[in-house]
């Protein structure tokens, strides 16, 4: 279980890699043609077309990642007074309800590929692509965003019936503010050592 957790993180984290990079070619995409329809008077049909594809599709493809850091958003008012084991039932619930949910996304948004492919149903554009092929992969990334959500959620069962509630809290848990800061930190390439080493010599 743990290794194939591992393997789930890091194709989670190319794929936020990737489609944090379409997002980007989308902006791009649209600023070129805003700035040739500006100064060059030429405006190139369909790029607003192809921004929203990307956009679609780099959105689904990091929507994995984000569950696998714990970023997604989760009201916790009582939930740091809990104790371990009550936060881990809380954090079970709350991922099985994540899963019903994405299980419905996966679901409808394959039909609509599906449909789309059987039908040979094209954009109404000037492009007139094919909906299947940015569908495609926009549906590959709720299947991903599904299979890790099932991962985390078999890893953390089993953890609960160990009574490993740290696991359980590192893979579904709501983050600490103590570990936002570090991850934030680390992020900016800052170690939390050299920030306390720091601190201390200061003072």
């Known amino acids: 279980m743990e290794r194939l957790w591992r393997g789930a993180s890091v194709v989670a984290l190319w794929g936020a890699w990737a489609g944090g990079a379409m997002i980007l070619l989308a902006a791009v995409v649209v600023t070129v043609e805003v700035i040739s329809r ?29 569950l696998a850091t714990r ?8 939930y740091g007074q809990l104790g371990p084991r009550v936060r881990a039932l809380f954090d079970l619930v709350a991922i099985v309800g994540l899963a019903i949910l994405v299980l419905a996304i996966v679901d409808r948004a394959g039909e609509i590929f599906l449909d789309n492919l059987a039908g040979g149903n094209r954009s109404n554009t000037p492009l007139r692509i094919p909906l299947a092929w940015p569908q495609a992969p926009w549906f590959a990334g709720f299947v991903l965003f599904l299979a890790v959500t099932v991962l985390a959620f078999l890893r953390s069962l089993l953890a609960l019936v160990r009574g490993d509630y740290g696991t359980v809290a590192a893979t579904i848990g709501v983050p600490s503010q103590d570990e936002e800061v ?3 930190l680390g992020s900016l390439g800052i170690g939390t050592s050299n920030t306390t080493a720091n ?5």
């Open 38 to 66: 500006k100064l060059l008077a030429f405006a190139f049909s369909g790029s607003d077309e192809i921004a929203a594809y990307l956009f679609a599709v780099g959105t689904s493809w990091s929507l994995a990642h984000v």
């Open 71 to 78: 970023g997604h958003v989760r009201i916790d008012v009582l």
């Open 182 to 184: 570090k991850g934030e």
């Open 199 to 203: 601190t201390g010599a200061k003072r």
